[in-house]
């Protein structure tokens, strides 16, 4: 999947940006688990085959994430929200 030190990275690149903030967490809701908030680690993470598979999508099987995806996937779903 990912390392952690990636997670770190790309929170602190959605945190410099204080306007994405409320995005970030509708999309954490909308994109977690159900029932996220019975079971450790209590976060509203996304399903780990569906987070692999989406990642092997768009980067492949050998080639970790960009933080900055995160930031230009997050404008997109607020720019969406506003057109749909």
Sequence with gaps: MTS?????QAALAVLRRPSLWGVAVTQALRLAQP???RR???LP????AYLRFRLETQYGSD?????SDVVTYLHWC???RHVA
């Design 63 to 67: 080639h970790e994430p960009d933080p």
């Design 78 to 80: 607020r720019t969406f």
């Design 45 to 48: 993470v996304p399903d780990p």
């Design 35 to 37: 029932g996220w908030w």
């Design 4 to 8: 952690s030190g990636w997670w770190v």
């Design 40 to 42: 450790s680690p209590f």
